[in-house]
């Protein structure tokens, strides 16, 4: 079974579900979780999406999202700087990443399925072939699996 989310850091419904959609991927071996970028809210979006998807070349895309997702209160600049810290991310590879056409591409070609499918906001789920506008509570998505 897989749950696709497109999310936004920026966006308090997808902080909120993070940690049910980790908790639903700990419980069930049958479930995958991915994380599609979905930047909309605000040019700030878009420049943390291309830092998370900059951090997958060094294989610390999850640990990024999630430290980002884990930070107390309104993400501000210091805070972002610990989450890169904390993920053990190297900042000048990080940097030269996020320069890359690719990463650029990547972003827009996300955006372009959020768009695609019909998504108007963030978070915006499949699971499975079932697409769910706005925050759904774990439960709901237990029941849309089984």
Known sequence: DTVIEFMDY???????MQPELEELVNEREDVRI?????????ESSFA????VVA???????????HAIFSTQGSLTHEKLQQAIKDSEINE????IDMDRDETE????LSSFLAGGVGAR????????ENFSPGYIPKSRIISLLE
Not at 55 to 65: I, P, R, T
Not at 92 to 95: A, R
Not at 122 to 128: Q, S
Request: charged share 15%.
């Open 34 to 42: 991915i994380f599609l970028q979905y930047p909309i809210i605000s």
């Open 92 to 95: 000048v590879m990080l940097k």
């Open 48 to 51: 943390i999406s291309k830092m």
């Open 121 to 128: 906001g963030t978070p915006a789920l499949f699971v499975n």
């Open 105 to 108: 591409k990547i972003l827009h």
């Open 10 to 16: 920026f966006c308090g419904f997808c902080k909120k």
């Open 55 to 65: 951090a997958n070349y060094q294989g610390k895309g999850f640990e990024l999202h």
